[in-house]
Structures are given as structure tokens and as C-alpha cells.
């Protein structure tokens, strides 16, 4: 694969100084996988951030040059397939996905629902795996890659849960900007999820209506380190089915830590 040359580093830098480029870059890929399924045109993504029309070009033709992003016939630019060999690089370092599989599989088949496990990136969620069950009507709206607002989702809610109460505030706050909604009934939610231990959405703009439930998967130092839900119609999700439904969450949220913990935490003698 290849690396980012020096030369590249610093024709992209030019006239920035110091780390400032490469946040700018950072910036410009995760407004690209925001993005991803549309594309983004040179002047959207320099009005989005901030910039001067020339510099935001010239990061992207650095970014282009070295695959991390494209542009299409239609003069967008999307994400590149560099990101995709880099992924798939990293991930063999993270054993998350592969670890959730079992409890995936296992849940898609016993309640025949979709599930979709994600993690937090920065402000938003990322969708890393998903299971559809046997039910005929499916619901999710969430693909693997699929990156979002965290508060827009179940498993988002419920890791915003597990967070120290003054960055969960900050989180509501930007959250709120980027879905053009309320704080408040933000953080109404995730209070909710804290008080009865597992998150609640309801898409009302669906018909018929779909729900969501997500419970947190904690790692093997008690962080929380991805969300586990299931999408379903809303009346899958309800009374005692509900209950039911939560419980094989949490049990499959534990087993996934345990699971994590065996392969982070050296073992005893």
C-alpha cells in the first residue's frame, strides 16, 4: 500500500503551519463520510469548513493524490479506497467486530429483527456490524460504514449514557446542531436510558413506525466501548416483548465483554 510521502505532507501544509493541515484534513474526511453516499462539491465543503475555496482544494488534491479521496464525473468528492486498505489494516488491531459476531448472529436469529452494533467516532456513530433477522418486514436504515450524529440512534443514546455528565452536555449540544433538534429531548433520552438502563428511539417519520432499543457493551477496563441494538416496527418493541428483548441485549452485551476481556486481559497463572 502506499505511504503519504513527506513531500506530499508538506505540499498539502503549505501555507498552514504545524499540525494545523492535518486537522483540516481530519476534518475534511469525516465531513466526506458524512457525506459518503452523495458526495460533497468543493464549495459545500469549504463553506461547511470554514475555508478559503483554494486551500480546501488544494488539501483535497492532496487527499486525492494519495487515494484517500476521489471525485467523481460530477465534480464531488467522496471518500478514497486508501481509507478502505487502511481500515481494513487497522482492524486487525481492534477485535470489537470480530467478537460481536456470535451475539450478533445469535440474536438476529432468536428475534428475528435487525441488529447493528456501533461505536463512537468523535461526535458521531459508526455503524461496524449488522445482522437481519428471518421477521419479513426489516427496518433498519443503517449499513456497515454508516456514520451518523450519535444521538440518532439507539446504540448512540445508550453510549452517550455511559459518559461523564459534562461531556455527555457537550455532546447533546453539538448533536443537537447537527440533527437541528432539541437538546433538551436529547438529553431527556439519555436520562431516560441511565434511570432504566437501556436506550429507546422511535423513528415517527416511518410508516408504520420503527423503534429501536440499545444497551451499551462495556470493554475489559469498564469503558464503554460500542452500543448493541435492535431496529424493529414499533409493535415488535412494546409491552412485554420489550422486556423480554432488552434482556437478551444486556446478556449478549455481557457475554460480548467477556469475550473482549479474555483477549485484552493477560491470563492467570
Not at 227 to 245: C, D, F, H, P, Y
Request: include cysteine.
Amino acid at each position: 500500500m502506499k505511504m503519504v510521502s513527506a513531500a506530499t505532507i508538506a505540499r498539502i501544509a503549505a501555507p498552514a503551519p504545524g499540525t494545523q493541515v492535518l486537522r483540516r484534513a481530519h476534518d475534511m474526511l469525516r465531513l466526506l463520510a458524512l457525506h459518503a453516499r452523495e458526495g460533497m462539491r468543493l464549495s459545500d465543503i469549504a463553506s461547511t469548513l470554514s475555508l478559503e475555496p483554494p486551500t480546501a482544494h488544494r488539501i483535497l488534491q492532496g487527499l486525492v493524490q494519495e487515494r484517500m479521496a476521489v471525485q467523481d464525473v460530477d465534480k464531488r468528492y467522496n471518500l478514497g479506497p486508501a481509507l478502505y486498505e487502511l481500515g481494513m489494516t487497522a482492524g486487525a488491531s481492534y477485535p470489537l467486530r470480530d467478537v460481536v459476531q456470535t451475539s450478533v448472529e445469535h440474536l438476529a436469529k432468536t428475534t428475528g429483527d435487525t441488529l447493528v452494533v456501533t461505536v463512537r467516532s468523535g461526535l458521531d456513530s459508526v455503524c461496524i456490524e449488522r445482522r437481519t433477522g428471518a421477521f419479513p418486514i426489516q427496518t433498519s436504515m443503517v449499513a456497515i460504514g454508516t456514520r451518523r450524529p450519535l444521538a440518532s440512534g439507539a446504540g448512540g443514546l445508550a453510549i452517550m449514557a455511559c459518559l461523564d455528565k459534562d461531556e455527555s452536555r457537550w455532546l447533546v449540544e453539538q448533536n443537537a446542531l447537527q440533527l437541528k433538534c432539541s437538546a433538551a429531548d436529547i438529553a431527556a433520552r439519555i436520562e431516560d436510558a441511565r434511570r432504566i438502563g437501556y436506550a429507546i428511539n422511535t423513528y415517527r417519520h416511518t410508516t408504520p413506525p420503527i423503534s429501536a432499543l440499545g444497551v451499551p457493551i462495556m470493554g475489559a477496563f469498564g469503558q464503554c466501548v460500542a452500543g448493541l441494538a435492535i431496529v424493529a416496527l414499533s409493535m415488535r418493541l412494546s409491552g412485554k416483548r420489550r422486556t423480554e428483548v432488552v434482556e437478551l441485549l444486556r446478556n449478549e452485551a455481557v457475554a460480548v465483554s467477556r469475550r473482549l476481556a479474555q483477549q485484552v486481559l493477560p491470563k492467570a497463572i
